[in-house]
């Protein structure tokens, strides 16, 4: 794991400040221990130094971030570890024959297991690279810093304004492996890898609303001269195992034509929480899958709740404060088709119903000299739902061996989100 982090003036971009030392506090590292602090030569009564101090949101509840960004990912449609080949055992012929001409679907679930005995091995790379929060592009997020004690008015007046480009990609590589335990029962487990890269890069300026004295704020530029402008970088990037999770599943009606399917998915908090790699939380999901096969026509429907324990990212990562990990509803349907012997392809709605979320909205700053308005963003908590589309496709090259690939993306702009997210993978049933 390497974290790093810099602090550059657009006149000097080598000078450097505090490494950053987790990815979960990197934004309130961003501007260093002490927050967003201006340079002054202004003095208090008394000759006392003027140390001008600017607050926000955004360096406090910016962190929040960090909170959706890690519930993206590690609730992202997992590929299915039920196994494209699912079979049944005949014994008027002692034999295994399979249950469905398609291949099944890549994010969705169908009710048929893979059979009594059976092992199902695969792998798949999943590629983010977060776009928008909340329709917010994120390489463009406002937000303002007002003056300590701004109320006083005078040169607290001033405020600082900054443009903030966030930059944040993830990588996971899961590993998932099902055993047929009866014809009915399946016990599958993903272990997944994950790289998360982080980049904020905020553009500050100094904006005087109520001084005239480039001394009373400013910033210090490297060759000793003063000026309104600083950049400030914080980068990080981390490697580790996510969190796993342990999936039961029972097929409890089954007709040639149809089933019907519960189940329970256990998520273990096994990813390093301090680096966005899990969530720190425990996670049940109990969920129900509906599915059928008409000749080459599979439809599929599925429904599910996630409960979460407390983490530190939906608390305070700077104080080690825990809260309560958003719990969400989930929900999909679609269908996949056999469109020859070796290909089906799969489409799928996706959704997430996501329960007393952090969000954020764009809102006008309103200056107190009654005439200057600024972008800025506020925070607040509230219940969303995010939808999302997939399409793949799964080729039998030969023998028991998939080739999975699919695009999932967005349908709205609802938290925090990548447009199109691409999976390719294989699966393997012995």
């Known amino acids: 794991m390497v974290l790093t982090a810099t602090a550059a003036w657009a006149q000097d971009p080598y000078r450097l400040a505090s490494p950053v030392t987790n990815l979960a506090t990197l934004f309130t590292d961003l501007f260093g221990p002490s927050g967003l602090i201006v340079d002054s030569e202004a003095t208090l009564p008394g000759e006392q130094p003027h140390s001008a101090h600017f607050n926000s949101d955004f360096q406090s509840n910016f962190s929040k971030f960090n909170t959706a960004l890690v519930n993206q990912f590690v609730t992202v449609p997992l590929p299915s570890p039920a196994s494209g080949f ?87 590589f899961t590993t998932f492996v099902t055993m047929g335990v009866t014809d009915r029962f399946d016990i599958s487990v993903a272990v997944p890898l994950v790289t998360n890269n982080l980049t904020v890069v905020s553009d500050a300026t100094i904006q005087r609303l109520g001084t005239t004295n480039i001394l009373t704020h400013f ?164 219940s969303f739902n995010a939808l999302s589309g997939a399409v793949g496709l799964k080729i039998n090259p030969f023998g028991r061996l998939l080739l999975d690939a699919n695009l999932l993306f967005a349908l709205d702009d609802h938290g925090v989100r990548d447009r199109v997210t691409p999976l390719i993978g294989f699966e393997y049933s012995f």
């Open 219 to 382: 910033f210090r530029l490297a060759n000793g001269d003063v000026g309104n402008r600083r950049l400030f970088t914080a980068v990080g990037s981390a490697a580790g195992v996510g969190d796993l999770t342990v999936r039961m599943k029972t097929t409890i009606e089954k007709t040639p034509s149809a089933g019907l399917a519960v189940g329970l998915d256990i998520r273990l908090p096994t990813g390093d929480q301090m680096n966005l790699l899990g969530t720190g939380a425990a996670g049940f999901q109990p969920f129900a899958i509906v599915s059928g096969a008409y000749q080459k026509f599979s439809p599929h429907a599925n429904v599910s709740y996630q409960w979460n324990g407390t983490s530190i990212l939906a608390g305070n990562p700077a104080t080690g404060e825990s809260g309560n990990f958003p719990d969400q509803v989930g929900y999909a349907a679609g269908a996949d088709v056999s469109v020859t012997g070796r290909a089906t392809v799969g489409f799928d709605l996706l959704g997430r119903y996501l329960l007393n979320h952090e969000r954020l909205r764009s809102e006008e700053f309103h200056a107190l000299d009654g005439k200057s308005t600024f972008s800025n963003i506020a925070f607040f908590t509230d």
């Open 86 to 172: 699912t079979y049944r055992f005949d014994p008027s012929l002692g034999v295994f024959e399979r249950t469905t001409q398609s291949f099944g679907p890549i994010l969705a679930e169908r009710a048929e297991t893979v059979g009594a005995r059976r092992v199902s091995f695969g792998f798949a790379s999943q590629h983010f690279t977060f776009d928008t929060v909340e329709g917010l592009d994120l390489h463009k997020v406002p937000a303002i810093f007002t003056h300590d004690g701004a109320q006083l008015r005078g040169g607290r007046e001033d405020v600082v304004t900054t443009v903030n480009s966030i930059e944040a990609t993830v990588t996971q």
